[in-house]
């Protein structure tokens, strides 16, 4: 049994015993919910500082955060497009990497399972490359916020192993999407900082940026 596989099985291993407990999970492991509550410190992280040049430090992590979940999700969308199909590299191994099966469907009533069932690939999770592109991009330019946000990734991601929708493999390929979207974000907002400055400086003009 690989190493991916005995993670899974412990992980998802600790449901079905509480039912309130993965009742709880089941919530954290949506598809929207932690990333709304993500969003809503962003809001807070825009709006909640007096300190100006902290204001405004923080207000182009929230913007550069906002580019690099969108970045990560292109990625793994295109990701997709690419290798998952009937006519898309059939045989090899990226085919099946990228066209990989949920735990719940490869391992049927083995799997612990307290969720709806998705029909697309598990590989790679596009949550973990939303909710991880979002925390890293904040986390290099405040490692306070960035930190809890990281945490906030890792629960999400975690909860999506316990009832059965992902493989830690596929968290991890999600974490690899994100890192690129975060890279790729960073270095558009330095090649177009005069684009990003006009941004901004609309965003005063609204009287939405500080």
């Known amino acids: 049994m690989s190493l991916d596989l005995r993670l899974f099985s412990w992980i998802n291993g600790l449901g079905g015993h509480v039912p309130a407990l993965d009742r709880l999970v089941s919530g954290l492991a949506d598809d929207y919910f932690m990333i709304i509550a993500m969003c809503l410190v962003l ?14 430090r923080n207000q182009m ?20 497009v690419i290798f998952v199909g009937d006519n898309k590299f059939p045989g090899t ?4 990497i990228f066209n990989r099966s949920r735990p719940f469907v490869q391992l049927g009533p083995t799997v612990v399972h307290g969720f709806y069932q998705p ?9 973990a490359a939303v909710v991880f592109g979002l925390a890293l991009a904040i986390w290099l330019m ?25 493989y830690p493999s596929d968290i991890l390929g999600g974490f690899a999407f994100a890192v690129a979207g975060v890279a790729a974000a960073y270095f558009l907002f330095w090649a177009l900082s005069p684009l990003v400055k006009l941004l901004k400086w609309i965003l005063k003009a609204l009287y939405l940026a500080g």
């Open 43 to 56: 809001v807070g992280m825009w709006f909640g500082t007096r300190e100006a040049a902290e204001r405004a």
């Open 61 to 80: 992590a929230v913007l550069k955060a906002m580019a690099s979940l969108g970045i990560a999700s292109g990625f793994v969308a295109w990701a997709n």
């Open 93 to 96: 191994s990226l085919h099946e």
């Open 119 to 127: 029909t697309d690939p598990s590989f790679p999770s596009n949550l």
């Open 142 to 166: 405040n490692k306070r916020w960035g930190t809890w946000l990281l945490g906030m990734a890792f629960v999400a991601c975690f909860a999506r192993v316990y009832v059965g929708i992902h």
